[in-house]
């Protein structure tokens, strides 16, 4: 541009003045040069071949692409080879990243999308949002790129929704080959599940296939197991039942995996339970250690709401003979809770015998607690009563514990709630020598609170005065 105005490297490095004519030249110049970039399109990057290999030094670079995946040496192109399938996410097959071109084509693989230096043209200038329109057939040969980018997965997402079959069938013929990258990517992983939802039931079998065989090494990685999870949703029982047979002798280690126990309680949520007996034998004498782990109790609930009576049976049985001391487990009293709000009227009672007598101590666990209160709601009347009547039989000082204790109060507030009117009446008798020092503590003025709602409504206006305003003697209650 300098030297078409007539300008020397020195007069712009000086900093010498132009002549007017000069920076009207140089303006309309830079302002027409800025318009051509912005108008570049898609189809420009496939007229510039030639440049392109000129730039990249690499006249004679192979054209056999996976995808935007160079193909190396002793694959097919074609899809997964053994090479490829034995040796998992660091195959080398999936490795190198290169910034080379070849035809206008992208060659080398992204690793999500997060080093800029490697994007293609294409993807800088749609992240940079120079398309207002772009298509799936413009990304052509770019659709693994764009795949495992976060603003390019979602593009692509986003178009899968509503494109025509022949659309799907070309992106889908460029990520087939490299499937299981984009299984493991943590924006590729999306698109893969999108043909799992809106794909053709050839291409969800031709999926299924790539999984197969890598069943367990994609439910325990951090976005395979969400494929998997997504598959199970969607794919025939047949299909199902191909997967998770890779599973078998491995379901405890998934059990106890951060993302493999995702994958085993989608398997229970969504195949039928008769095929669900290898994971049945897998937790024989196994559910007390899984129902006091993280994610085990999360897989013995499933199994709980999901499997048949004969499955469930040895599994109730393994938590009856041990219900006090999951009672008391900071997970463990989660699968507790979960058959008392679910379960059987039998094993609900048998829980609830199992507690009875301890029903003081347990309500000032800090997970026991929580187990008592669903005790008093799920359980029969006959139950109730029994337990309302160990509360109210506590000497006055264990009550007035109780109902200041940060965890106990929630349980003598549960059964003023759900005990019949006499038995009612009795608890909150026993409750009244401490209602003047019951609002002296937080907890204590959750009691008075509960007592309100029972009582007339003059009583319960002199209840919440102080005891100085207060018509009544202290610890009065009025109507009772």
């Not at 192979?62 to 190396?72: C, D, E, H, S």
């Not at 080398?92 to 690793?111: E, F, M, W």
């Not at 998770?244 to 405890?252: F, G, N, P, R, T």
């Amino acid at each position: 541009a300098a030297a078409s105005l007539g300008l020397n490297l020195s007069q712009l490095t000086a900093g010498g003045p132009l002549d007017g004519n000069q920076m009207n030249r140089l303006a309309a110049m830079g302002a027409q040069q800025h318009q051509q970039q912005q108008l570049f399109t898609p189809d420009d990057y496939m007229k510039r071949s030639g440049m392109q290999s000129l730039m990249a030094g690499q006249q004679g670079l192979p054209q056999a692409m996976a995808g935007g995946v160079r193909v190396g040496a002793g694959s097919s192109g074609g899809g997964m080879d053994k090479k490829h399938r034995a040796s998992g996410p660091s195959s080398p097959s999936l490795g190198a990243s290169s910034s080379q071109y070849s035809g206008g084509v992208y060659i080398g693989s992204r690793r999500s999308g997060k080093d800029s230096s490697n994007r293609s043209r294409l993807l800088e200038d749609f992240r940079n949002s120079r398309f207002q329109q772009l298509s799936l057939r413009e990304i052509s040969s770019h659709i693994v790129e764009f795949s495992q980018d976060q603003h390019g997965s979602r593009f692509i997402q986003q178009k899968l929704e509503h494109a025509a079959q022949s659309e799907k069938d070309s992106v889908f013929s460029e990520i087939i080959p490299s499937s299981y990258q984009l299984m493991t990517d943590v924006f590729g992983n999306y698109v893969i599940q999108k043909f799992f939802e809106f794909g053709s039931e050839a291409q969800k079998q031709s999926l299924v296939e790539c999984i197969q065989g890598r069943v367990l090494q994609l439910a325990l990685q951090m976005y395979g197991c969400r494929v998997i999870q997504k598959a199970l949703e969607t794919i025939t029982h047949e299909q199902q039942q191909q997967l998770i047979k890779e599973l078998d002798s491995h379901v405890l280690k998934c059990v106890k995996d951060q993302n493999g126990n995702h994958v085993v309680q989608k398997c229970i949520e969504c195949v039928e339970s008769v095929s669900l007996q290898f994971i049945i034998e897998a937790f024989h004498n196994q559910v007390v250690p899984l129902s006091t782990h993280p994610y085990g109790c999360r897989v013995i609930q499933r199994m709980l709401e999901h499997c048949s009576a004969e499955q469930t049976e040895p599994l109730l049985k393994e938590l009856h003979a041990e219900v006090v001391r999951l009672v008391t487990d900071q997970y463990g009293n989660y699968v507790v809770q979960h058959v008392l709000e679910r379960g059987a009227q039998s094993d609900k009672s048998h829980i609830v015998k199992a507690l009875m007598g301890s029903i003081p101590e347990l309500s000032q666990h800090k997970f026991a607690s929580n187990v008592v209160e669903k005790c008093v709601t799920f359980c029969t009347r006959q139950e109730r009563s029994v337990l309302v009547d160990e509360i109210c039989a506590c000497t006055d000082s264990l009550l007035y514990t109780l109902m200041k204790d940060q965890y106990a109060n929630y349980v003598v507030q549960k059964m003023i709630e759900m005990a019949e009117a006499p038995q009612r009446k009795s608890l909150m008798l026993k409750i009244r020598p401490h209602l003047a020092n019951l609002r002296k503590y937080t907890y204590g003025k959750h009691i008075l609170a509960k007592i309100e709602k029972y009582l007339p409504r003059s009583t319960s206006s002199s209840l919440s005065a102080s005891p100085s305003d207060s018509p009544t003697a202290p610890g009065h209650l009025g109507g009772i």
